[in-house]
């Protein structure tokens, strides 16, 4: 009898202690918690509730304040905020997929081939991507999908300036949903250095030089309408003579220090005395670290001496207002977010001839991919980092992405991916030990 009286008073303290904790749908506990936030600090356990953070803390400190039926030990595995790619272009990338060409596909075979490419980004770790230069169609398409819950990632889209899409959208307030943006226009000014069709304010070494693919005036119009409409502008412009031009009209229209985070796209190779622009108009930049891999055999022959100096020049651009944005650039580029956090930690000097050292660090590039990329698409306070009150959307590797050996980083496997608090991803050795 008395042992039965002991039993019976333990679970009823056991019972008064669950009613005394606070419910969590999802408790991750045994973990290295990389918050990204503004200490850069390192937890051990979160608790998840309605798909938002309500706790990132110790271990000891979850346990204490916490219950749940769902409790997944990690073994020491890391915790990191979701990739973001905040330059994409997400619908070719989906019909990229497709196992024959498709020049104009239905609305059935785009929708299979979106949760395709979905599928593919949330094995890769991320959840929230953009497409630059969406259609009218593609747009009402890709909205009536996340509504109908038949497509789950979020989509930052920057419109194509389309006579259609300037009637729907650009002159009235920006759309948005709780999956989908549309308050921003995007379109490139010119091309690649690679392919030589990026300009530039000095001819190539061959004399030669490309034409900007929108004339100054027509720049012009359209960010004044976006900037009188509320939105986004997004331009790309690759050369040192295009991106002088974007930041000069934007000079024009924006004022100073103003929060509306225009942005230049794919900056790769960028006048220093432009620089200042960046911080006086608290322009965005956006690079695609992985095209410095595939044109720095080039270039060299290419360009001269003085302008070597001055492409990829990310520490010097990342200087001017302490934000840079590393994006993917599918489907041109491979779809690995961990390849694009390499390449941004790696300069090959010599072929360049440049010894500025320009490559991001380790922690720089993660914030570049996260919260970084979430500023840029107006989302920071949902995303980009692992803090209370943000959305729970997060993946889980084998591997300390900050410390290991560089050169591994492009093959590591992510084990799972999560969307508010659900996983969406996960791989084979998930449950196996670490």
């Known amino acids: 009898m008395k042992m039965k009286r002991i039993y019976w008073v333990l679970v009823a303290l056991l019972f008064a202690s669950c009613q005394q904790k606070e419910r969590a749908d999802l408790i991750l506990r045994n973990a290295k918690i990389y918050t990204v936030n503004n200490n850069f600090s390192v937890q051990q356990s979160a608790a998840i509730r309605d798909g938002k953070f309500v706790a990132v803390s110790s271990d000891a400190n979850i346990r204490a304040?916490?219950?749940?039926?769902?409790?997944?030990?990690?073994?020491?595995?890391?915790?990191?905020?979701?990739?973001?790619?905040?330059h994409s272009n997400f619908v070719d990338y989906a019909l990229s997929l497709s196992d024959t060409i498709i020049t104009q596909p239905s609305d059935n075979q785009l929708s299979e081939l979106l949760k395709k490419a979905e599928n593919s980004c949330f094995s890769k770790g991320i959840t929230s991507v953009s497409d630059f230069g969406t259609s009218?169609?593609?747009?009402?398409?890709?909205?009536?999908?996340?509504?109908?819950?038949?497509?789950?990632?979020?989509?930052?889209?920057?419109?194509?300036?389309?006579?259609?899409?300037?009637?729907?959208?650009?002159?009235?307030?920006?759309?948005?949903?709780?999956?989908?943006?549309?308050?921003?226009?995007?379109f490139n000014l010119d091309g690649d250095l690679?392919?030589?069709?990026?300009?530039?304010?000095?001819?190539?070494?061959?004399?030669?030089?490309?034409?900007?693919?929108v004339d100054t005036e027509t720049l012009y119009n359209l960010c004044q309408t976006a900037y009188n409409q509320g939105f986004q502008i997004c331009v790309s412009c690759s050369g040192d003579s295009a991106a002088r031009v974007a930041f000069k009209t934007f000079a024009k229209i924006l004022p100073r220090k103003n929060n509306l985070r225009w942005r230049v796209e794919n900056l790769q190779?960028?006048?220093?005395?432009?620089?200042?622009?960046?911080?006086?108009?608290?322009?965005?930049?956006?690079?695609?670290?992985?095209?410095?891999?595939s044109t720095r055999e080039t270039l060299p022959q290419l360009l001269s001496k003085k302008q070597l100096r001055e492409v990829f020049a990310w520490k010097k651009i990342l200087g001017q207002n302490q934000g840079i944005v590393c994006c993917g650039n599918i489907p041109t580029e491979p779809l690995n977010p961990l390849q694009t956090m390499y390449a941004s930690m790696r300069q090959e000097k010599r072929k360049l001839q440049n010894k500025q050292g320009q490559e991001l660090v380790a922690t720089q590039?993660?914030?570049?991919?996260?919260?970084?990329?979430?500023?840029?698409?107006?989302?920071?306070?949902?995303?980009g980092s692992i803090e209370v009150g943000k959305t729970a959307d997060f993946f889980v590797t084998n591997e300390n992405l900050t410390t290991m050996f560089k050169p591994y980083l492009p093959n590591v496997q992510i084990v799972s991916t999560y969307m508010k608090g659900k996983k969406v991803y996960e791989t084979s050795e998930a449950n196996s030990a670490k």
């Open 65 to 86: 304040r916490y219950h749940s039926d769902s409790v997944i030990d990690l073994k020491g595995r890391f915790v990191y905020p979701a990739f973001v790619d905040a």
């Open 136 to 186: 009218y169609n593609n747009l009402q398409l890709i909205d009536s999908l996340q509504k109908n819950n038949l497509l789950n990632i979020n989509i930052y889209s920057i419109l194509e300036p389309s006579a259609e899409n300037i009637k729907n959208y650009l002159n009235k307030v920006p759309y948005y949903t709780e999956k989908l943006k549309a308050i921003a226009v995007g």
């Open 194 to 213: 690679a392919t030589h069709s990026a300009v530039l304010l000095s001819p190539y070494a061959d004399n030669q030089n490309a034409q900007m693919s």
């Open 269 to 293: 190779m960028t006048n220093m005395r432009d620089l200042r622009y960046i911080s006086h108009y608290n322009i965005i930049p956006t690079i695609i670290p992985t095209k410095y891999a």
């Open 365 to 383: 590039a993660l914030k570049s991919m996260t919260i970084w990329a979430a500023y840029a698409q107006f989302d920071e306070s949902n995303r």
